[in-house]
C-alpha cells in the first residue's frame, strides 16, 4: 500500500500529481486568515479543500483535524462536511476524528488531540486520552510523541514530543504513526520498538516551518 502523506498546511494546497493508494492528511489544514471564522472556514472547505482533495491522484483520502481546526468542534460540522462531500460528488473521503476506519483492510485511526495551549481546538485543556483501537495498524495523530526527535523545534531547543502518547504507542500494535503540529520537527522515520517487540515507524510529516512556509516535501511511504 501507498502512501501519501501530508500535515499542517494551514490553506497551502500543494499540487501533488503523484498516485497513491492513501493520502492522509495529520490536521491543521484550515488556512490561517480564516481559522477563527468558522463561517469562512466552512465556505472554504465546501469550494476549496473538499475539491482540492477530489484532484489528488488517490484511492483513498483520509484526514483529521488539529488545532487550529476550529470549525471541527461546532456540534453540526460533521453533518456539513456530510453535505458537502455529497455535493461535491465526494466519495473517497474520510474525516477521522477520534476514530477509525478499515480501508485496504487495514484500521486507520485518527486522533486530533494535541498539547497546546488553552483556547485551541482539541487541546489539552479538554483532558482527552491518546485513545485508539486495539486493531490499529496505522496511527494518525496530529501531536507527534516523543520518539526521536520528531517532536522537537531545534530553533527554540524545546522538546514538544508527548510523553502520554509515546506510551500509548508503546502499548500498541501498531505499524504507523502519522503525525504533525510541531511543523520542524525531525522528518526522518524514527523507528520505535513496542513492548511486544515489533517495531513501528514515526513520522512527522508537517510542510511548513516555524513561520508557515512551505519547507518540506510530501512523504511517501510503502507499507
Not at 503540529?181 to 508537517?206: E, K, Y
Amino acid at each position: 500500500m501507498k502512501i501519501i502523506e501530508v500535515s499542517d498546511l494551514h490553506g497551502n494546497l500543494i499540487r501533488i500529481r503523484e498516485s497513491c493508494d492513501l493520502f492522509i492528511i495529520a490536521g491543521d489544514w484550515s488556512p490561517l486568515y480564516c481559522q477563527h471564522d468558522c463561517t469562512r472556514t466552512l465556505s472554504w472547505i465546501d469550494s476549496t479543500f473538499i475539491p482540492w482533495m477530489k484532484r489528488l491522484n488517490a484511492k483513498h483520502v483520509i484526514f483529521i483535524p488539529g488545532n487550529h481546526d476550529i470549525v471541527c468542534t461546532l456540534p453540526y460540522f460533521k453533518k456539513e462536511l456530510e453535505y458537502f462531500l455529497k455535493r461535491n460528488n465526494c466519495t473517497n473521503v474520510s474525516y477521522l476524528c477520534n476514530s477509525g476506519i478499515t480501508i485496504f483492510g487495514k484500521k486507520i485511526f485518527g486522533i486530533p488531540n494535541s498539547e497546546s495551549p488553552n483556547g485551541w481546538a482539541f487541546s489539552k485543556q479538554y483532558n482527552q486520552l491518546y485513545e485508539f483501537d486495539d486493531d490499529t495498524y496505522i496511527l494518525v495523530t496530529h501531536q507527534p510523541p516523543r520518539f526521536g526527535n520528531v517532536g522537537f523545534v531545534r530553533q527554540f531547543n524545546k522538546e514538544l514530543g508527548s510523553v502520554d502518547l509515546r506510551n500509548e504507542i508503546l502499548r500498541s500494535n501498531i505499524k504507523l504513526n502519522i503525525c504533525g503540529h510541531i511543523h520542524t520537527g525531525d522528518h526522518t522515520p524514527t523507528q520505535a520498538l513496542l513492548n511486544n517487540g515489533n517495531t513501528a515507524i514515526i513520522q512527522n510529516v508537517s510542510i511548513l516551518d516555524e513561520n508557515y512556509e512551505v519547507a518540506y516535501h510530501y512523504a511517501v511511504i510503502n507499507i
